[in-house]
């Protein structure tokens, strides 16, 4: 079946640090892939999404290139902030946009 | 426009009671996802459903678990006489009708139980 394969955790990074996060797929077909993430406390938040092969997302600093080749949608940004601190979570919704899957989250932790 | 609203956000129980966990998804969304998340292991999905019909339970225990989203009110997942290991955050998300593999889901806040 799909599923969502994620770099474990926890990241230290200091501030201005480079971010990357892997995360790799499985899935049948042609899914869409996304990248959500979870301040302290609250709900998920999409952060950016991809929805074909070579589509690169982009939000607040924060890129993922959907690599059909590697089956890969790695998060990266060149430099984290101590407000970039929270779990990101990498997931996939499956051709019909009916089931969504999650990896398991990485928490990062960004110090000044 | 209310986003996905869920109550309580903190729920407090002693083992063998029930708990019930309400999420109004957002205005116009007919699907709705619920969601457990327990420390160190991630985000587990347990039911999907539309209005009146579960179209997908594999991730819900078997037992005392059930799940609702009526015509009429919001969504309700039901943990009959519960026990510590139920104690997580749980969360629901809701999205569009689907039609395309294009929609993404928009979280609620949570609702964190706590068995005693």
């Known amino acids: 079946g799909d599923s969502v394969t994620q770099m474990e955790g926890p990241v230290t990074l200091s501030e201005e640090a480079f971010l990357t996060i892997n995360c790799t797929y499985t899935?049948?077909?042609?899914?869409?892939l996304f990248w959500y993430v979870q301040y302290p406390g609250e709900g998920l938040q999409l952060l950016l999404k991809?929805?074909?092969?070579?589509d690169k997302g982009s939000n607040k600093g924060f890129e993922a290139t959907y690599r059909k080749e590697t089956t890969s949608f790695h998060l990266e940004k060149g430099s984290v902030q101590v407000s970039d601190s929270a779990v990101y979570f990498c997931?996939?919704?499956?051709?019909?946009?009916?089931?969504?899957?999650f990896g398991t989250g990485t928490s990062l932790t960004v110090i000044p | 426009n209310a986003g996905v609203m869920q109550n309580p956000r903190h729920l407090v129980r002693r083992r063998g009671q029930e708990a019930r966990l309400r999420c109004s998804p957002m205005?116009?969304?007919?699907?709705v996802y619920w969601y457990r998340q327990l420390p160190e292991e991630g985000l587990k999905f347990m039911v999907y459903?539309?209005?009146?019909?579960?179209?997908?339970e594999s991730g819900m225990p078997k037992e005392r678990f059930s799940a609702e989203f009526p015509k009429e009110g919001p969504s309700i997942l039901r943990i009959q006489q519960v026990v510590r290991g139920d104690s997580a955050a749980y969360f629901c998300?809701?999205?569009?009708?689907?039609?395309?593999?294009?929609?993404?889901?928009?979280f609620g806040s949570g609702t964190q139980l706590s068995v005693l």
């Open positions: 459903l539309q209005k009146e019909n579960i179209i997908d």
């Open positions: 998300a809701s999205s569009p009708n689907s039609g395309t593999r294009n929609e993404k889901l928009f």
């Open positions: 205005k116009g969304h007919s699907h």
């Open positions: 991809a929805t074909k092969a070579d």
């Open positions: 997931a996939l919704s499956d051709p019909t946009g009916n089931q969504f899957y």
């Open positions: 899935a049948t077909g042609y899914p869409s």
